[in-house]
């Protein structure tokens, strides 16, 4: 490996372990959004099985993505 090119990969697990810090705090938020929608989806009709079925299909930000084109 080129010296170059092992500065590139030092800071390239450095910054990965910055965004891997990030995304662990975040997965208690998806956690509790994830089964927020999940309860609305019963709530709103669908039995258990469907509701899982949607939520693992979509997740929790279900037609957040499509800019506002819900097709």
């Not at 090119?5 to 997965?27: G, N, P, S, W």
Request: aromatic content about 12%.
């Amino acid at each position: 490996m080129k010296p170059h090119e092992q500065i590139e990969l030092e800071l390239y697990k450095d910054q990965l372990k910055k965004d891997e810090r990030i995304l662990f705090a975040a997965y208690p938020f998806v956690a509790k959004m994830t089964k927020s929608y999940y309860d609305q989806l019963i709530e709103s009709g669908f039995n258990p099985e469907q509701a899982l079925r949607i939520v693992c299909a979509h997740g929790y930000t279900a037609g957040f993505n499509s800019g506002g084109n819900n097709k």
